[in-house]
């Protein structure tokens, strides 16, 4: 029998026909853009979490960006991000002309090193070329950043800090969001995230009221917001009257009826995968040279299940052959892709960073994962002898 790396269709045929019941209701509706399924879905993320402001917008990468063009951020400004993610956190930095600086992550949790976060921005400061504004922390594979330690750092640096939880949306540090630290979370509904629509989608959470009103601004190409029009008239539609350079950054209505559905059931499939990473780690600990690390109290989504083993190639290539599916994240680290390897990195360069682009393996994971397939990944894993 087949096995899916995820499986959204069991997803799907596990929601019975609700998705396809407000697709059609959306589609009938005729609000095709904006209508009224992005308001409810945008009141219900807000909600879910803890937010005093949640905005749709087209996709994760744009989330990234609105931020940082509200801010401002440009020429000879330095962004503090980690190597180990996906391109488009370190993309949207150089979209504005500031430089991305390359942070190395910790050897347990992958996540961005507080400790080299800090040796970076002293030796940009102390270099005195760019200017440090931002850190981008990265929840990676779904567990939240060290965001206590990284705001403070933020903290005496007077850095702006943005939660990118494009993989981690609804992790949790005890009960908290990283947005209680943070000053946005943006997150992607690419359909493959463990909050997914059908096609792209993203968002931003912020409880700043200025910078909530400034994001809604740009992703609709700088239309007026309310702040623009204190003491002004303008007797038409404020996205006639423009502000600011913008984007054209919407979350379609189709996309907001089928996101409804799945944050509803979102809690419990959060609680399914921690359920299922459990058994994981306890199953295949003595088989594999790690097992992913989730500090006491965390709450992790589990969007990849990411082990270690020495010989990675040779277990992907036999687990291959066992009829499991695997991926590599991320087998090229930025700080050396021909786009990125320019870019300035923190100081003694990124090894542990280049320690796990050789060694990381990812296994199936989704909410869906019953214990018998998994039980076929595990004894995959125990029967490679490389
Ligand atoms: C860490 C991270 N940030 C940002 C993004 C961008 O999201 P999107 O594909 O919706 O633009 C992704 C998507 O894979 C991601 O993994």
Avoid at 260 to 266: A, D, G, N, S, T
């Amino acid at each position: 029998m087949s096995m899916n790396f995820i499986d959204l269709q069991a997803q799907r045929l596990r929601l019975d026909g609700k998705i396809e019941a407000a697709v059609q209701e959306a589609v009938v509706g005729g609000a095709w853009v904006m209508g009224p399924q992005v308001r409810h879905f945008e009141a219900d993320l807000a909600a879910f979490g803890r937010a005093k402001h949640a905005l749709g917008c087209a996709n994760g990468t744009d989330a990234l960006a609105l931020p940082l063009m509200a801010w401002g951020i440009g020429r000879r400004d330095a962004v503090f991000v980690p190597s180990f993610t996906f391109a488009a956190t370190a993309e949207v930095v150089p979209w504005f002309d500031a430089e991305p600086v390359f942070v190395d992550v910790e050897a347990d949790t992958y996540n961005m090193s507080p400790s080299h976060l800090e040796a970076s921005i002293e030796a940009i400061i102390a270099e005195g070329r760019l200017k440090p504004r931002a850190v981008i922390a990265v929840d990676l594979f779904g567990q939240p950043a060290d965001y206590p330690a990284i705001k403070s750092i933020c903290n005496r640096h007077g850095l702006k800090l943005i939660a990118d939880s494009a993989q981690g949306f609804g992790c949790t540090i005890g009960d908290d969001h990283p947005l209680t630290w943070a000053d946005v979370t943006t997150t992607s509904f690419f359909p493959a995230k463990p909050l997914g629509c059908y096609g792209d989608g993203g968002a931003v959470l912020t409880d700043d009221d200025d910078l909530a009103q400034l994001m809604d601004s740009i992703r609709v190409h700088g239309k007026a917001v309310a702040r623009d029009l204190e003491g002004r008239t303008f007797d038409h539609d404020p996205k006639y009257l423009n502000m600011r350079i913008g984007l054209n950054s919407r979350l379609d209505t189709i996309q907001a009826a089928v996101l409804i559905e799945k944050l509803k059931v979102f809690p419990e499939e959060i609680e399914a995968r921690m359920r299922i990473a459990a058994r994981y780690n306890e199953k295949l600990a003595p088989y594999v040279d790690v097992v992913p690390h989730l500090p006491a109290g965390n709450v992790s989504n589990w969007a990849q299940y990411t082990i270690q083993h020495p010989n990675r190639d040779g277990l992907a290539a036999h687990l291959k052959a066992e009829g499991v599916p695997t991926a590599v994240y991320y087998p090229i680290p930025l700080h050396l892709q021909p786009a990125y390897d320019h870019y300035p990195r923190g100081p003694q360069g990124l090894p542990v960073t280049e320690r796990l682009k050789e060694t990381v393996i990812s296994l199936p994971m989704h909410a869906d994962l019953d214990e018998a397939t998994q039980d076929r990944v595990i004894a995959a894993v125990a029967s490679f002898k490389g």
